[in-house]
């Protein structure tokens, strides 16, 4: 079967740096997305990665290492604002979406 | 602002009731999706439609009817709900189906309680 897993929640602190894990395995591997979902409100793109390594967006980073079905969002310079969900998918052979549960973030001060 | 509209965006319906889910994209995407979003539960995607045909349909039960009359506008007809059913139902649109730059955008929801 096909399985997404993240890690259900997580803490840190205002002005630190946060990683949230997402492994996979998935009947094939078009790229791998992470939203952020605040509570009561849509799900928004964050980042989206398919080649291996590291792409830097801001505050934001996400690394893929496709040989290890793995990734992992980095938050940089915590802020209250990033407390969120953070939803980890992979579109599979089908460009179909599979969703992991989510990692809910929270933030203190 | 996403360009994704949902309404309502809060309904609390008896098991006997009818009703329906409107969402409208503003952003010229072709394909459309509805997904059920149930707490500490990943995404379950329930239909997508492509330029107004439906390409999946991830078994969901007869109670749950899409309609998709062009490819800004999607439904979800809903009748004889169970209380499992009760959740955050979300709808999505991208540019096209599949690749990675058809990111998909998401609207608010409906937040439906079935009694």
């Known amino acids: 079967g096909q399985n997404i897993d993240q890690p259900t929640e997580m803490t840190a602190t205002e002005g630190a740096i946060v990683q949230i894990n997402c492994t996979y395995q998935t009947s094939g591997f078009n790229g791998l997305f992470w939203y952020q979902q605040h509570a009561g409100e849509a799900p928004t793109f964050l980042s989206y990665n398919v080649l291996d390594g590291l792409e830097e967006k801001g505050r934001f980073s996400s690394f893929l290492s496709r040989s290890k079905g793995y990734s992992y969002l980095l938050l940089k310079e915590l802020q209250m604002k990033d407390s969120a969900s953070y939803l980890c998918?992979?579109?599979?052979?089908?460009?179909?979406?599979?969703w992991g549960a989510g990692t809910k973030l929270i933030i203190k001060p | 602002e996403t360009g994704v509209t949902q309404t309502p965006r809060h309904l609390v319906m008896g098991m006997t009731n009818k009703k329906s889910l409107k969402c409208e994209q503003h952003l010229g995407h072709n394909a459309m999706y509805w997904y059920k979003q149930s707490a500490k539960k990943p995404l379950e995607l329930m239909f997508v439609?492509?330029?107004?045909?439906?390409?999946e349909n991830n078994s969901v039960p007869s109670r749950f009817s899409p309609e998709c009359p062009n490819s800004s506008h999607l439904f979800l007809h809903l009748h004889t709900l169970q209380p499992e059913d009760s959740a955050l139902y979300l709808c999505?649109?991208?540019?096209?189906?599949?690749?990675?730059?058809?990111?998909?955008?998401f609207g608010p929801g409906t937040r439906l309680t079935v009694l």
């Open positions: 998918a992979v579109s599979d052979s089908n460009y179909q979406l599979i």
């Open positions: 999505a649109s991208s540019q096209n189906l599949g690749g990675g730059t058809d990111t998909q955008y």
């Open positions: 439609y492509n330029f107004k045909e439906q390409t």
